[in-house]
């Protein structure tokens, strides 16, 4: 069986759970302890029984929680070398449970497959990742500058990924952020664009991906419905009909978002 969700997911907080068989584990621990245990118990989970957290990269949206989820419960954490070089120094209580995670490694749980691949982000080091469960491939991959050919590795052929559509190049360009952190956010190392992701959602769909969550959206620079409209549009235009070819959701930023659900 394969239930996987987003608990947290917006430029304020990141979270996802995954049960994968014998396995439980998160992607990213970006709000506090308290949230996430509680998000956990509302889908039936147990912040005792997660075996490994996977983190992306060191920004305070994908590990706040970090420091007091390793006193509490000592949980490892999988983190690239230089993100977890950061983590190390900034929260020593994290260090007895960091565990080396760079890009092309692979981590074997009980019965899933989680192979780290490198991201354009500027941060010390991060990864997005693909995951083999029992029932199909799950692909993951936020705080992305652009649809790199690593990223695509991870991506393409999944059966399910959840892809970064984090600005409206309108709002962002006619947002209150200063002209430096645009152009940052724009850039190769800064987050994907509705429009570039509607891109790279063509590429998958063709690629055989046929559930598609829509995550990381800036609360200051984008919108559910304008993220919905400019993926849809862009998949539409390229002959490929939602709903029926491709699921196609949005993931809240406090609440959960379907990724995989296959009980057997
Ligand atoms: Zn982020
Ligand atoms: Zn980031």
Redesign the pocket.
Known sequence: MVFACTLFSSSKGNCTYVRSGRDEFLIDAGVSAKRICDALANVGGDIKKISAIFI??E?T??IKGLAVISKKYGIPVYAPYLCARYIKSAFPEVAPFLCENNPGNTVELLDTVITAYATP???QG?VCFRITTPNGVIGYAT?IGYASEQVWEALSGADSVVVESNHDLELLENGPYPRALKNRILSDYG?LSNCDCGTLLCRLVHSGVKRIVLAHLSEENNRPPLALAAARGTLMGSGIRVGDDVILRVAPPDGICEIMNIND
Do not use: C, V
């Open positions: 992306t990269h920004h949206d994908h982000h500027d941060s991060s705080d987050h």
